[in-house]
C-alpha cells in the first residue's frame, strides 16, 4: 500500500503543473528575456492563485526596481510600451467623442501625466 501511494505522489508530482513547466523550457530555449520569464510566472501564480492584481503587483516592482532604480533597459522598456498601451485607449476615449466636457477635461489631464511618464522613462534610456 504505501509503495502505491508514493508512485502515486510520484506520478503527480510530475505532471503537476505541466503546461508552465514546459513554457519555461520552451522560453529559456528561445532565449527569452529573464524579465519575460518571471512576468509568465507572475500572470501564472495569479491565475492558479487567484489573487487578482499579484502580476501586476510584481511586474510593478520589476518596473521600479529593476528598470527606474538599476537602470536596466528592458523592465523600462517594458514600461514604456505598458504607459503608452494605456495612452492610446485614454487617446481614443477622448476621440470617441462619447464623453461630457468635464470627463474629457480629466482624460486629457491623464493622457498628458501618461505622455510625461513616457518622455520621463525614455530619457533614462
Excluded at 13 to 42: N, T
Excluded at 60 to 86: Q, S, V
Amino acid at each position: 500500500m504505501e509503495e502505491h501511494n508514493n508512485q502515486q505522489l510520484i506520478d503527480m508530482a510530475h505532471g503537476m503543473q505541466e503546461e508552465i513547466k514546459m513554457k519555461l523550457l520552451d522560453m529559456i530555449q528561445q532565449a527569452a528575456s529573464p524579465f519575460d520569464i518571471i512576468y509568465e510566472v507572475a500572470h501564472y501564480l495569479e491565475e492558479v492563485s487567484a489573487e487578482r492584481g499579484y502580476a501586476q503587483h510584481i511586474i510593478d516592482n520589476i518596473h521600479t526596481i529593476y528598470g527606474i532604480a538599476l537602470e536596466e533597459r528592458k523592465p523600462l522598456e517594458d514600461e514604456i510600451k505598458d504607459i503608452t498601451a494605456r495612452a492610446e485607449k485614454i487617446q481614443q476615449a477622448i476621440e470617441s467623442g462619447s464623453y461630457s466636457e468635464e470627463e474629457n477635461a480629466r482624460l486629457d489631464f491623464a493622457l498628458k501625466a501618461h505622455q510625461r511618464k513616457i518622455n520621463q522613462l525614455k530619457e533614462m534610456l
